[in-house]
């Protein structure tokens, strides 16, 4: 089975241009997730979808920052404009079910997208 | 704030030796626990998870111990071996509360494993 698949696998652009990450999720996930991993701050959710509705965006850093899930099969992560502070690695993931203790179904992550703004 | 702590950044062990990782945590509703591991340049993978409900669980090489009362939780892993070179992070979730249910992640330790 295909796992979540994410593009480009590596990104450098200057400040000030738009970025945007892909990610097309497992089939029949009905969750999927963005997330940011820093040196300072680790691993930190940004938003995640239910169904294709965002459901909490409360990790979004910043207005720059926007999500879409058009479709169950694909998801961007887009960045407007870009600043040196939002080089990381960005990851997508996707689930059957919201990690609850009554679902037993982990997330699963793409290899993420390291993103480098000069 | 860091809701999911794992204070030692690396740990070094011999082959066939047992790792021990350990997570704190500071929100008491937290009620579901896992661990992921992740190789350079790929996702985390989920590794082994742990109800609230339960004080061990079991897989294999792998076990995980959760202590409720002093909110810590630990990753053993036996005997240890040179693929289990990696880094491991610490998650928590709880339950759904206002429609948003979410993981949130340790910063990682880097485990060594050394032949």
């Known amino acids: 089975d295909a796992g979540v698949i994410q593009s480009p696998r590596h990104e450098v652009t200057e400040m000030g241009q738009e970025v945007t990450l892909r990610c097309k999720p497992i089939?029949?996930?009905?969750?999927l997730f963005w997330y940011r991993q820093t040196m300072m701050r680790g691993l930190e959710l940004l938003i995640y979808?239910?169904?294709?509705?965002?459901?909490?965006d409360s990790g979004m850093p910043e207005d720059r920052f926007s999500a879409k899930m058009p479709n169950a099969s694909f998801s961007t992560l887009k960045i407007q404009p870009s600043e040196p502070r939002d080089s990381a690695v960005y990851f997508c993931?996707?689930?059957?079910?919201?990690?609850?203790?009554?679902?037993?179904?982990?997330?699963?992550f793409g290899d993420g997208t390291r993103l480098s703004i000069l | 704030d860091q809701q999911v702590k794992q204070n030692s950044p690396s740990l070094s062990v011999q082959e066939g030796r047992i790792s021990i990782l350990n997570c704190d945590y500071t929100?008491?509703?937290?009620?579901?626990f896992l661990w992921y591991k992740k190789y350079p340049a790929e996702g985390p993978t989920f590794l082994i998870s742990?109800?609230?409900?339960?004080d061990k669980n079991e897989d294999g090489r792998f076990t995980v111990f959760l202590n409720k009362s002093a909110k810590h939780l630990s990753l053993h892993i036996v005997p240890s071996q040179p693929g289990d070179s990696a880094v491991y992070f610490c998650?928590?979730?709880?339950?759904?509360?206002?429609?948003?249910?979410?993981?949130?992640f340790g910063k990682g330790t880097k485990l060594t494993v050394n032949p």
């Open positions: 979808f239910n169904n294709n509705v965002p459901i909490d």
């Open positions: 998650a928590a979730s709880a339950p759904f509360q206002g429609g948003s249910e979410k993981l949130v």
């Open positions: 089939s029949g996930h009905d969750y």
């Open positions: 742990i109800s609230s409900i339960k």
């Open positions: 993931a996707s689930s059957l079910v919201a990690g609850s203790a009554y679902s037993n179904q982990p997330q699963h």
């Open positions: 929100n008491s509703m937290f009620d579901y």
